[in-house]
C-alpha cells in the first residue's frame, strides 16, 4: 500500500520566496496533518483537515503560511513570503478517523526545506 | 498541552534494559509511541488506549497508568536497530479531533 506521499523532498529557496509543499495522504483516510520539525522546537502541529475541512488551525504560525485542502486526496502548505527561520523539516500525515484506533496518524516521509 | 518526555537522552549498550517515560497534565484518551531514525519519518510503534494497558513491539513494550496520566516505553535487551528517537503522543478523551501532541522526544543510542 501506499504510503503518505510528499513532494518536493528537498527544497532551498532564497528569502521572499514563495514556497508550496504538496501531500497525497493515504487513500481512505479522512484526516491530514501538516507538521513541523525543528531542533529547537520538536514536533509542531500547525493545521489539520477532517473530510478535507480545515477544523485547527492555530499552530500555523503567521498568516504567511496558508494550507489547503481542495480533495480528498491532495492538500498544500504555502509559505509566501518564505523567511530563513522557515526552515525545517516539513511533514504531512493521514489518519483514519474511524474505530478505536482511529487517531493512529502515518507520516509521510517530510519535505526538507531550507531558506537562505 | 505537549506530554513531558523523560530522560531526553540515553545510551545504551547492546542487550541493557531502558524506560522512556511520558507524562500529560491532562487526562487522556490514548498514548501512541513513534519512533524515528535519523533523515526519516517517525513510524508509528504502538497505541494504548486503556489504564493499565501493555503492548509490545519486538522487545519494545509499553503501559499506560490512566490515573497518573502516564505511559512508560521500555526496551528490553536492546539492539543496535533501536538506536532513534522515540516520541509519545497523547490525544485527550474530551476532544473529538483526533488531533496528537507530540512530546520533545527521546534519543537512545545503543552501542555494540
Known amino acids: 500500500d501506499a504510503g503518505v506521499i510528499q513532494s518536493p523532498r528537498h527544497e532551498v529557496t532564497e528569502m521572499g520566496q514563495e514556497v508550496t509543499l504538496r501531500c497525497k495522504p493515504i487513500?481512505?483516510?479522512?484526516?491530514l496533518f501538516w507538521y513541523r520539525q525543528t531542533m529547537m522546537r520538536g514536533l509542531e502541529l500547525l493545521i489539520y483537515?477532517?473530510?478535507?475541512?480545515?477544523?485547527?488551525d492555530s499552530g500555523m504560525p503567521e498568516d504567511r503560511f496558508s494550507a489547503k485542502m481542495p480533495n480528498a486526496s491532495f492538500s498544500t502548505l504555502k509559505i509566501q513570503p518564505s523567511e530563513p527561520r522557515d526552515s525545517a523539516v516539513y511533514f504531512c500525515?493521514?489518519?483514519?478517523?474511524?474505530?478505536?484506533?482511529?487517531?493512529?496518524?502515518?507520516f509521510g516521509e517530510g519535505s526538507w526545506l531550507t531558506v537562505v | 498541552q505537549q506530554p513531558v518526555q523523560s530522560p531526553q537522552a540515553v545510551i545504551l549498550r547492546e542487550g541493557e534494559d531502558a524506560v522512556i517515560n511520558c507524562s500529560s497534565s491532562k487526562a487522556l484518551y490514548s498514548v501512541h509511541w513513534y519512533r524515528q531514525k535519523h533523515g526519516e519519518a517517525p513510524v508509528f510503534l504502538m497505541i494504548l488506549l486503556k489504564g493499565g494497558e501493555q503492548k509490545g513491539h519486538e522487545k519494545i513494550s509499553a503501559s499506560f497508568n490512566e490515573k497518573k496520566q502516564q505511559s512508560s516505553l521500555y526496551l528490553t535487551a536492546s539492539q543496535l536497530s533501536y538506536s532513534g528517537t522515540y516520541f509519545c503522543?497523547?490525544?485527550?478523551?474530551?476532544?473529538?479531533?483526533?488531533?496528537?501532541?507530540f512530546g520533545a522526544g527521546t534519543t537512545v543510542t545503543v552501542r555494540a
Open positions: 483537515f477532517n473530510n478535507n475541512v480545515p477544523i485547527d
Open positions: 500525515a493521514s489518519s483514519p478517523h474511524t474505530g478505536v484506533e482511529g487517531n493512529t496518524i502515518y
Open positions: 487513500s481512505g483516510h479522512n484526516s
Open positions: 503522543g497523547t490525544a485527550q478523551p474530551d476532544s473529538n479531533d483526533y488531533k496528537l501532541s
